[in-house]
């Protein structure tokens, strides 16, 4: 019975969540989908999970779409496999997955930064990323959601703030999530104490503010999870394990597979801004 209360609890918390945000949110339209934009991805694979649907229906709108990586992915499984042959395969897989995402190669960006080390090198990151702005001059610029605690997605956010600060265009920012969604009820949290369980609410309560005041907008996705999906699954270090060992952790493995299926929602969210530059 306290199994199916916290599931009831978890179902009906995310229904009402939906609930209010197709109230709350505005859905993007066939202007912003055809606008150029330029995704900055702190890993390969978190452009997918976190836009990969808004990526197909803004090149399906025609839209120019570059995706720059910031750094080149070696740690993620440096036990099993050399950082330098990690590096190798996760470029072939950003490329391969850019190329169902319908992003050219040439479109498809590696900064190239140690994987883990990107705070380190932030003024050396925020002159590459300040170089491609001018060069690109996108009109939209993705970037991870500003409270996402991996090092390197904080370190993302802040580099590109930083480096728009250098551009005279204005543009508009969607800062979309990604380990947001490994919060309660999203995704299980294991408890065992009353004390885990007040911790578990009491992030679940900053989180859901969060969804509700900082996300306003949404690509509606339904129609192109398929090739979502297929994308994603290019990323087979990843997605599965290049090696028989159980301890190769995978993107299903976290939360279960709660979390992945999170992306494979209907919508993608982001939280939407006009950044003034220097104009």
């Known amino acids: 019975m306290r199994v199916m209360g916290k599931s009831f609890l978890k179902a009906w918390s995310r229904q009402s969540y939906r609930r209010v945000m197709n109230y709350s949110m505005?859905?993007?339209?066939?202007?912003?989908?055809?606008?150029?934009?330029i995704v900055f991805a702190p890993h390969q694979d978190d452009e997918t999970l976190g836009c990969g649907g808004t990526i197909i229906k803004k090149k399906r709108a025609g839209a120019d779409v570059s995706i720059a990586f910031m750094t080149d992915g070696s740690r993620s499984h440096s036990r099993f496999i050399?950082?330098?042959?990690?590096?190798?395969?996760?470029?072939?897989?950003?490329?391969?997955?850019?190329?169902?995402?319908?992003?050219?190669?040439?479109?498809?960006?590696?900064?190239?930064?140690?994987?883990g080390e990107l705070s380190k090198n932030q003024d050396a990151a925020v002159l590459k990323v300040a170089e491609i702005l001018q060069r690109q001059q996108p009109d939209e610029i993705f970037i991870p959601y500003f409270k996402e605690?991996?090092?390197?997605?904080?370190?993302?956010?802040?580099?590109v703030v930083f480096a728009l600060q250098t551009c005279r265009r204005k543009v508009i920012i969607y800062e979309y999530p990604i380990w947001f969604w490994q919060h309660w009820p999203w995704a299980?949290?294991?408890?065992s104490r009353r004390r885990e369980m007040l911790t578990v609410l009491k992030n679940s309560v900053v989180s859901g503010l969060s969804l509700l005041r900082d996300f306003g907008c949404y690509v509606y996705?339904?129609?192109?999870?398929?090739?979502?999906?297929?994308?994603?699954?290019?990323?087979?270090?990843?997605?599965?394990?290049?090696?028989?060992?159980p301890c190769w952790a995978t993107l299903g493995d976290v939360s279960n597979g709660e979390w992945l299926a999170c992306f494979f929602q209907e919508y993608e969210i982001f939280w939407r801004y006009s950044f003034p530059g220097r104009c």
């Open 221 to 245: 996705i339904r129609d192109v999870l398929e090739l979502k999906s297929a994308a994603l699954n290019q990323y087979q270090s990843q997605m599965t394990r290049l090696i028989p060992d």
């Open 26 to 37: 505005s859905e993007l339209d066939a202007n912003d989908l055809g606008r150029s934009a």
């Open 188 to 191: 299980s949290a294991p408890i």
């Open 82 to 115: 050399a950082e330098n042959e990690l590096k190798s395969i996760r470029a072939n897989e950003a490329i391969a997955a850019g190329r169902v995402l319908g992003v050219e190669e040439n479109k498809i960006l590696f900064l190239e930064f140690k994987d």
């Open 149 to 159: 605690t991996p090092p390197d997605h904080f370190a993302t956010n802040r580099i």
